[in-house]
């Protein structure tokens, strides 16, 4: 640690939603930790709206709050019990810290996102990991072979999501898919779901720079530019036709209500809407046509045992994500780096924080 730089930072936001660049102490890490020096952090969403709307759904920024949970880093000390991670050793950083005890039925039975008492980096008042200098259970943290840099490492947070909707969703090699909406989580749903086999994919989006990512990312997949106001049920003519036909499946992933409409107005006799996006506390759905054509809606919170699977796609070349981060800052400009990720002119997908 000595030949790094002295002075731990961290990116927080507060009440009066602000954004700011601050120093903090540098942590010792406990026995079963490590300290890692985080190098790569990328922007969420949710990062976002903390920041903006100083909440998401029960989590309220009431005092100032450290943000950043897509992270890698290196490990630059130990904690006394610790033994399988060693200094220099490089991780990507898994953010949701579950109790781990043999009474708790969740953890017990390796549904551990499930886990009432999970501590999540960056969901207040636990501060994140977007700093330079952060201890992390040791049993959480996934070291990196060289292949994977520290960018790729920081995305595989994302890909954890993607990677639990691919697998919940039951989606099947050759079978019809709608992914909705491609932003960040939309997109890695789309190289997981290329990776998987689906075919032929549809992709929609709002905004057109969007769907020409998904197109450079997976060149076979089909786009439909979705026009705000155009119905839902217009939309969804418009997804069968690109398809072919209607949807065996569909991930959903903006969590607007139109846009779950309209995944459930594509969907076949028997089909799916898998809803990863979040949105408002109450929506409405179609609820008859649901009915009356079996169409089953279901939802998705985190992920587990995503990292390893996430570290053998990328590692093996069967998942590319380096094209998705488009703009990248350093820690002392996290500003900035707030401002390109919330700024819809700045056309970016994903905003990482770099600390060398
Ligand atoms: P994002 O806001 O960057 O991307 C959403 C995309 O959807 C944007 O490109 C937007 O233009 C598009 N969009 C919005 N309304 C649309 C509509 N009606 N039709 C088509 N496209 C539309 O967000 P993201 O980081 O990609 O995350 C996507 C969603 O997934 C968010 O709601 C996020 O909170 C949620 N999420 C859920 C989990 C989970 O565990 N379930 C984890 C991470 C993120
Ligand atoms: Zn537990």
Redesign the pocket.
């Known amino acids: 640690i000595l030949t790094r730089k002295p002075q731990n930072v961290a990116v927080e936001t507060n009440p009066s939603h602000e954004l700011n660049v601050v120093q903090v102490d540098t942590p010792s890490p406990g026995p079963t930790e490590c300290l890692v020096h985080v190098t790569a952090t990328g922007i969420?969403?949710?990062d976002v709206h903390f920041w903006k709307d100083g909440c998401i759904g029960t989590s309220v920024i009431d005092r100032p709050v450290g943000l950043g949970h897509e992270s890698a880093g290196v490990v630059v000390q130990t904690g006394k019990e610790c033994g399988r991670v060693k200094v220099g050793d490089r991780v990507a950083l898994e953010c949701g810290i579950p109790c781990s005890k043999p009474t708790c039925e969740a953890c017990r039975t390796g549904r551990y996102h499930a886990c009432p008492a999970i501590i999540f980096y960056s969901s207040p008042p636990v501060p994140g990991t977007l700093r330079r200098y952060h201890a992390h259970p040791e049993a959480w943290l996934h070291v990196l072979p060289d292949s994977i840099s520290d960018e790729e490492g920081a995305l595989l947070e994302p890909l954890s999501?993607a990677l639990a909707g691919i697998e919940r969703s039951g989606l099947r090699l050759g079978e019809s898919l709608v992914i909705?909406?491609?932003?960040?989580?939309?997109l890695v749903t789309l190289l997981a779901a290329h990776a998987a086999g689906a075919a032929p994919i549809v992709i929609?989006?709002?905004?057109a720079s969007?769907l020409e990512m998904a197109k450079r990312l997976v060149p076979r997949v089909r786009t439909l530019l979705?026009e705000r106001g155009r119905d839902a049920k217009a939309n969804a003519e418009l997804i069968k036709q690109e398809l072919g036909r209607e949807a065996k499946l569909v991930i959903e992933?903006?969590?607007?209500e139109?846009?779950i409409h309209t995944g459930i107005y594509a969907s076949q006799f028997g089909g799916a809407v898998y809803v990863?996006?979040?949105?408002k506390d109450f929506q409405q759905i179609p609820f008859m046509y649901a009915s009356f054509r079996e169409i089953d809606i279901r939802f998705?919170?985190?992920y587990h045992e995503t990292y390893p699977k996430a570290i053998m796609l990328v590692s093996e070349g069967l998942i590319d994500l380096k094209p998705l981060v488009t703009h990248r800052f350093t820690l002392e400009q996290g500003r900035e780096a707030f401002e390109a990720a919330s700024n819809p002119a700045a056309k970016a997908v994903k905003v990482q924080l770099l600390d060398g």
């Not at 909705?180 to 939309?186: M, T």
């Not at 990863?276 to 949105?279: E, F, Q």
Request: glycine share 24%; charged share 15%; with cysteine.
């Open positions: 969420c969403g949710s999501v909705c909406g491609a932003g960040p989580i939309g929609t989006d709002l905004e969007r979705v992933c903006t969590g607007a139109s846009s990863i996006g979040v949105g998705q919170f985190r």
